[in-house]
């Protein structure tokens, strides 16, 4: 498996544009997060689905803030219109099983946005 | 919200010397305690695990030790290498399956 793949790797964009990151998880894994990590706040939960279906979004930051899991092949984090403080690494993850019965997550590799 | 408190934010460690993180939890009902390995431009990564019926775990030249009554847990990274340079995460499961990931501790092994 070629594991959790994130698409772009890297974004710059300007302030008030749309950008929305993709996410491809492992195949049969019930369990997809967002996570964000910055040098300030580390790695934040936004938001995670199980069997497709968002189960806590607590951690997304505002109503610009928006993220979907179509099939369980797929995911996207849109954030519309951005902001400067919106720039961090974004990482999706997947895993077999929630955290609370032992379900290591297997992170992408990031993406990386720059809000100009 | 729970918290999961790391010390400390960087280390720098000779090469062959011990390295040593420590973690602190505010949930009882925490049961399992994953540490994550972080190298730059890559996603984290599963290094090692504990659960809290056993006092310690260790695999090869990493050992988690676990302080139940203390709510403490620590990650000794023994013989030290340069490649063990990375950044390193404490994390425990949070209410509604959440994992909640310590600060990060980025060590520094030097030759």
């Known amino acids: 498996d070629a594991g959790v793949i994130q698409s772009p790797r890297h974004e710059v964009t300007e302030m008030g544009q749309e950008v929305t990151l993709r996410c491809k998880p492992i195949s049969g894994h019930d369990y997809l997060f967002w996570y964000r990590q910055t040098m300030m706040r580390g790695l934040e939960l936004l938001i995670y689905?199980?069997?497709?279906?968002?189960?806590?979004d607590s951690g997304m930051p505002e109503d610009r803030f928006s993220a979907k899991m179509p099939n369980a092949s797929f995911s996207t984090l849109k954030i519309q219109p951005s902001e400067p403080r919106d720039s961090a690494v974004y990482f999706c993850?997947?895993?077999?099983?929630?955290?609370?019965?032992?379900?290591?997550?297997?992170f992408g590799e990031g993406s990386r946005l720059t809000v100009l | 919200q729970q918290q999961v408190k790391q010390s400390p934010q960087s280390l720098i460690v000779q090469k062959g010397g011990i390295s040593i993180i420590n973690c602190a939890y505010e949930n009882t009902a925490f049961d399992y305690f994953p540490w994550y390995q972080q190298f730059p431009g890559k996603g984290p990564a599963l290094l090692i695990a504990i659960r809290p019926d056993v006092s310690e775990k260790k695999e090869g030249r990493f050992t988690i030790s676990f302080n139940k009554s203390a709510k403490q847990f620590s990650l000794h990274i023994m013989d030290s290498q340069p490649g063990d340079s990375a950044t390193y995460f404490c994390?425990?499961?949070?209410?509604?399956?959440?994992?909640?990931f310590g600060t990060g501790t980025r060590l520094q092994v030097f030759p």
């Open positions: 994390a425990a499961p949070g209410p509604t399956d959440k994992l909640i």
């Open positions: 689905f199980n069997n497709n279906v968002p189960i806590d």
């Open positions: 993850a997947s895993s077999l099983g929630g955290p609370s019965n032992t379900g290591e997550l297997f």
